[in-house]
């Protein structure tokens, strides 16, 4: 079989060899200065050599647009859809909150309407879960009650992994435990691991997560919409 990913840059091709062998993915290789151009809610990665880029668009439906530099391991998220909820502020907030904790992506700094964070791996599978995953899942959950974070939208595409180590990121929809949800927040966050609308247990979603992406079972939905029941 030919090696596909010999055909790339390393750095490329090895990022193309981390990810989820069940999405499907198109490289395209265009002028460097295009490499890093964002894509509405798709997420996207890239690394350039010489004149070229070469990049990826991952077929996932992101409510933000997501541009990974791989070779300077930087994340940008550009936040569009809820931004009325402060979905941003919120988020930077709870990564300044737990940076120390070695749970969440460091972040670099932020604008208005932008993240730039570190790049902590891809979302979890069964092709990268590590096989102490309920040790960390015990260690996340500790560094969440510590820092008095309900998280309140984990799943696998908010469980990065790199180099053995999960990485919970997406703080857009967290709350200080104990604090109701608003009721006027969409009806869709978290609903593949939650107890019912605006009831969520992170605990309980940590582990179905994991345990679906254990059994080769990861929901990958997205069902937002302003209140889908
Ligand atoms: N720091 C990071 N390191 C690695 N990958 C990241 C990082 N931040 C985001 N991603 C990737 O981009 C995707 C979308 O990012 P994120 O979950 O932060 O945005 P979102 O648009 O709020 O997502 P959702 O659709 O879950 O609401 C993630 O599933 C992950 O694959
Ligand atoms: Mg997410």
């Known amino acids: 079989m030919r090696n ?35 894509v509405a809610h798709r997420k996207v990665a ?46 930077v907030d709870w990564l300044r909150r737990l940076a120390a904790s070695g749970i969440a992506p460091p972040l670099r700094s932020a604008t208005a309407d932008r993240l730039f964070l570190d790049y902590v791996g891809e979302p979890v599978r069964r092709g990268n879960l590590p096989s102490d995953w309920p040790v960390q899942a015990e260690a996340i959950l500790a560094a969440l009650t510590s820092h008095g974070c309900a998280h309140n939208d984990i799943k696998c595409d908010n469980l990065t992994v790199a180099d053995g180590k999960i990485h919970l990121i997406d703080y857009g929809w ?12 969409p009806h869709g966050i978290g609903r593949q691991h939650r107890l019912g609308v605006h009831r969520f247990d992170d605990r309980a979603a940590i582990f179905a997560a994991l345990g679906s992406a254990e059994r080769g079972e ?9 209140n889908p029941t």
């Open 218 to 226: 990861v929901d990958r939905s997205v069902v937002m919409g302003h």
């Open 46 to 91: 890239f690394c350039v050599s010489g004149a070229i880029g070469y990049r990826v668009v991952a077929d996932e439906h992101a409510l933000s647009s997501i541009s990974i530099d791989l070779e300077r391991r930087l994340v940008t998220k550009h936040v569009a859809a809820y931004s009325e909820f402060g979905i941003l502020e919120r988020e």
């Open 174 to 185: 967290a709350t200080p435990i104990g604090q109701a949800i608003p009721a006027h927040w």
């Open 4 to 38: 596909v990913a010999a055909d790339y840059p390393p750095l490329f091709g090895r990022y193309l060899a981390t990810i989820d062998p069940d999405v499907g993915v198109v490289v395209e290789v265009v002028r460097r200065e295009e490499a890093s151009t964002p």
